[in-house]
């Protein structure tokens, strides 16, 4: 898969899984909307912190790509083996936003454990007295444990590079913005769209779909080496 396409499937998985995301941190959100200045627009204050978190998804994609590019450079076929195991990952993701497998729920399990000693660290930060003190506040979000983060994470791995690991995680950012902005800001049209059973369900289809061709690029190029 190319970097465009990669980069076009993060932002689907974020805007797929936008409606996961509400209901994750809609808790959250309201939070901030209440630790928001009174007569102030909410916007500046939810910008802020939303930046936040896309930042702290772009340094762990940045680590989880470089990762991986080492992986491939040290370990004989490792390209291939990350480019399956990409593969793999992203045929999960769609059938975790189609809700036709629950399986990656674990991964928000397991994260737990690094968020329970963030909470204290982000309760520091509210409230807010100005835009920019929501921004480390998103930085500690970015760290919350969600099954969805983890698994596009895992998949970046197979990006290739620390800035293609740290692109996917921003475009998957940049996907769940409609649906959490929605929630103080914009109008709540977005919402019903993106959570509609069947637009969830094209868009892991979308996702099956890379998938799959991930996995049928690398085995028909080993068959292509074998031939040869």
């Known amino acids: 898969m190319n970097a465009e396409s990669l980069w076009l499937a993060a932002l689907l998985i974020g805007m797929a899984g936008s409606v996961h995301c509400v209901a994750m941190c809609g808790g959250i959100v309201g939070a901030l909307t209440f630790s928001i200045p009174v007569q102030k627009s909410a916007l500046p204050y939810m910008l802020s912190y ?25 370990v004989s076929h490792g390209l291939v083996v990350l480019n399956l195991f990409g593969g793999l990952f992203l045929i999960a993701l769609g059938l975790y936003i189609g809700d036709w497998w629950r399986g990656l729920a674990i991964l928000e399990r ?34 919350l444990p969600c099954g969805l983060v983890y698994s596009t994470l895992s998949w970046s791995l197979a990006s290739g590079s620390a800035f293609n690991g740290a692109m996917v ?35 892991a289809l979308c996702l099956l779909g890379f998938g799959l061709y991930m996995l049928l690029n690398q085995f028909a190029g080993q068959i292509e080496t074998y031939v040869r």
């Open 50 to 74: 939303h930046a936040g978190r896309i930042f702290s998804y772009s340094i762990a994609g940045a680590v989880t790509g470089s990762l991986g590019a080492i992986f491939s450079h040290q």
């Open 110 to 143: 397991l994260g737990g454990k690094i968020w329970k000693p963030l909470v204290p660290l982000s309760k520091k930060f509210l409230p807010f007295k100005h835009p920019l003190a929501a921004l480390p506040y998103g930085i500690i979000w970015g760290w």
């Open 169 to 203: 995680m921003a475009l998957f950012g940049l996907g769940t913005l409609p649906a959490l902005i929605s929630l103080g800001v914009v109008s709540h049209k977005l919402k019903p769209l993106l959570s509609h059973r069947l637009t969830k369900k094209i868009i």
